[in-house]
């Protein structure tokens, strides 16, 4: 059944259709509508999201205080801004403690192993003398056994 559009102005408005001016919500919402909330319990349309920027036209973040000025709020990005600044120069400044201990117990070690090489040395050199002195010794003994033990005179 068509209806022309005089019929429709001529009809008189439902109630249920009315929408009072104060009133932000319709009275009724179809399923299809953007107002409507599948998951709201109590059928209520869902009202669009308030405006997040405030008179002024800057947003703001949303645990911001609506009444803060922006001086406040530089004031406050300025500390925080220090804040990082100063852990900042503190991780550093651990950094810069940790490499210069690192650089003093590897120095600590080198001394160590180069004292520990002369030692070395010294006790090659201790070995090669004894080389010797023995190498001197069996060709001394070997002589005495095959001289003459008559000749030699002891006292």
């Given amino acids: 059944m068509k209806r022309t559009l005089e019929e429709m102005e001529n009809e008189a408005p439902s109630d249920d259709k009315i929408m009072p001016l104060d009133d932000p919500k319709p009275a009724s919402v179809e399923p299809n509508s953007p107002h409507h909330d599948p998951k709201s319990p109590s059928g209520e349309p869902k009202l669009p999201d308030e405006d997040p920027e ?12 609506p ?9 406050s990005f300025d500390e925080s801004l220090v804040e990082a600044q100063l852990a900042i120069e503190e991780e550093l400044k651990k950094a810069g403690e940790n490499a210069a201990s690192l650089i003093a117990e590897s120095e600590s070690k080198t001394a160590t192993a ?3 090489v002369q ?11 004894n080389d010797v002195v023995l190498q001197f010794a069996e060709a001394l003994l070997k002589q005495v056994q095959e001289s003459d033990t008559k000749s030699v005179r002891w006292k």
């Avoid at 405030?54 to 205080?65: F, M, N, Q, V, Y």
């Fill in 54 to 65: 405030s008179s002024s036209g800057e947003p703001r973040l949303p645990d911001e205080d």
């Fill in 67 to 75: 009444e803060s000025s922006s001086g406040e709020r530089k004031r």
């Fill in 114 to 116: 180069a004292e520990e």
């Fill in 119 to 129: 030692e070395n040395e010294r006790i090659q050199k201790l070995c090669e003398e």
